[in-house]
């Protein structure tokens, strides 16, 4: 055992007295009721935070809108980037606080929350800074006829479309509300963000770093709460834009009611049942450790992680052996014990869900290794491999979202991509070969917003991000999501 000891100022942070953070300070719910945060490794209530109605949101949105019109629009696009990056060296000094913090209320492990969920966010606000100076419009010269000798030319301008909605999952609250919250600010927008109730306290707690970095009041609110709460928030008329990442049902939901408030712009990050194709001439040995963590990062509850394996004929019966192998071996143990390498699943509706999921692929697939759940407090699963023969099984199309794989051969390329294609999602996809021609190939049939070559699941700021079909629509990163943030206005001018 190699328990870490939770920090004195987590501990203070989990016993206060959470309200909503609105103009740069927390202020007390306008409801009473409370939301237990549960420790999903110790099914303990850890903390509450408060359930937001219409009278917080709009607090909240009305702080952000006039933060948008007057502190924000006036501070120069170097002063933007400025501020992100002191709340970035703000996030490493204090990344302990929220790794733990995050670690503590989803089950993440400490390990990965601090590697990846704190340091990536840190890599990601400081990526985003970059941009605030680089939003440029373009230049032109129309082709109107000079009647009297007038002349004529136009450009663009990037403008914020001010206050942003951001809604947030509970699998990776920090970094992904970071995504949101650095791709608004950056672009000269305001946001209020409204976290999962399963997972809001590293938001708050970054919502007060931004006070001392210098942020002004207004710019970033959150409020926290349920399905309700978001609610409220995609419907007030002061919000210009909702980003959401979440499930599919709930994305499609958030869509129809953006469109129905005024035509609110909407992106939406949604879920998807990926898969991954093992070629023949892939070293099963070389690759096992890559497929592991790609695969079962966070207990598999990560929208872009792969959860059908396609596998070559001839690799079928090696890459079994050993993942199971490497599956049976897996030591599963509390989130904030540093020598676990797979912790419990992040909260009891989830946990129920993917019981419920592992109970009906048991009448129709072979287990070849889990598929129970664990006889230990907390919300554990072992990590699952099914055998699967038929990829069109209807429950194989369904986003499992945890660390339940199918495993499926095939031998001819193109059954290949039509069993790879089969599913009303497209986020991503992964080919593992040696065969650059082959990936070449296959890399335009494959109906997906993003393939990988040799490796699966883990994002990049300048690579863009998002998926096609129910998967979603827009951009994350690089200088796609600029598009999302911003209006373009058209100047002519004749002279």
């Known amino acids: 055992m190699s328990q870490v000891q939770v920090l004195p100022a987590v501990t203070a942070?989990?016993?206060?007295?959470?309200?909503?953070?609105?103009?740069?300070?927390?202020?007390?719910a306008d409801d009473p009721t409370k939301i237990d945060v549960v420790n999903p490794a110790t099914e303990a209530v850890i903390s509450q935070i408060s359930l937001g109605n219409h009278i917080d949101v709009d607090k909240a949105v009305t702080s952000a809108h006039q933060a948008f019109k007057t502190s924000w629009a006036v501070t120069t696009p170097y002063e933007r980037g400025q501020k992100l990056l002191k709340l970035a060296d703000l996030m490493e000094k204090y990344g302990e606080e929220l790794a733990q913090l995050e670690s503590l209320s989803t089950g993440k492990l400490i390990?990965?929350?601090?590697?990846?969920?704190?340091?990536?966010?840190?890599?990601?606000?400081?990526?985003?800074?970059?941009w605030a100076t680089k939003i440029t419009g373009k230049t032109m010269q129309p082709s109107l006829p000079s009647m009297q000798g007038e002349l004529y030319t136009a450009f663009t301008l990037r403008q914020p479309v001010g206050v942003v909605a951001g809604i947030v999952p509970w699998n990776f609250s920090l970094m992904i509300g970071v995504w949101k919250l650095a791709s608004a600010?950056?672009?000269g927008c305001t946001i209020v963000l409204k976290p999962s109730e399963f997972a809001s306290l590293s938001l708050l707690r970054l919502a007060e770093l931004s006070v001392e970095a210098g942020i002004p009041e207004g710019v970033i609110n959150v409020v926290t709460g349920d399905g309700t709460t978001g609610q409220c928030l995609i419907e007030s008329p002061l919000v210009k834009k909702v980003s959401f990442t979440g499930s599919v049902p709930t994305g499609i939901a958030i869509g129809k009611l953006a469109m129905s408030s005024d035509l609110t712009r909407v992106s939406l990050e949604l879920g998807g049942k990926n898969a991954l194709a093992i070629f023949e001439d892939t070293n099963i040995d070389e690759i096992l450790p890559r497929l592991l963590m790609a695969t079962f990062v966070h207990q598999g509850q990560v929208c872009a992680a792969p959860e059908k394996f396609f596998v070559h004929a001839s690799k079928y019966e090696e890459l079994v052996t050993k993942l199971a192998g490497a599956l049976r071996?897996?030591?599963?143990?509390?989130?904030?014990?540093?020598?676990?390498?797979?912790?419990?699943?992040?909260?009891?509706?989830?946990?129920?869900?993917?019981k419920n999921y592992l109970e009906q692929v048991k009448q129709r697939h072979q287990i070849i290794v889990g598929g129970e759940v664990c006889d230990r407090l907390g919300y554990?699963?072992?990590p699952t491999l099914l055998a699967v023969n038929d990829a069109e099984d209807p429950l194989l199309n369904e986003e499992c979202f945890g660390p339940v794989i199918c495993i499926i051969p095939f031998e001819n390329e193109d059954r290949l991509v039509e069993q790879m294609n089969h599913a009303r999602f497209g986020l991503t996809a992964s080919l593992w070969t040696n065969n650059l021609s082959r990936a070449l190939r296959l890399i335009p049939k494959l109906e997906v917003g993003t393939v990988w070559i040799n490796m699966h699941t883990f994002l990049d700021p300048a690579v863009p991000f998002g998926g096609v079909h129910a998967s979603g629509m827009g951009r994350e990163f690089a200088d796609e999501f600029i598009a999302d943030y911003t209006e373009t206005k058209s100047v002519m001018m004749c002279y």
Request: charged share 15%; with cysteine; aromatic share 12%.
């Open 329 to 354: 071996g897996m030591n599963i143990g509390a989130a904030m014990d540093e020598s676990s390498a797979f912790g419990p699943l992040s909260n009891l509706p989830h946990f129920n869900k993917v």
């Open 111 to 130: 390990n990965l929350a601090r590697q990846l969920e704190v340091q990536q966010s840190v890599i990601f606000m400081r990526y985003f800074a970059g």
């Open 13 to 28: 942070f989990l016993q206060r007295d959470h309200g909503h953070f609105i103009n740069g300070k927390m202020l007390q």
């Open 185 to 187: 600010l950056c672009t």
């Open 380 to 382: 554990y699963v072992e």
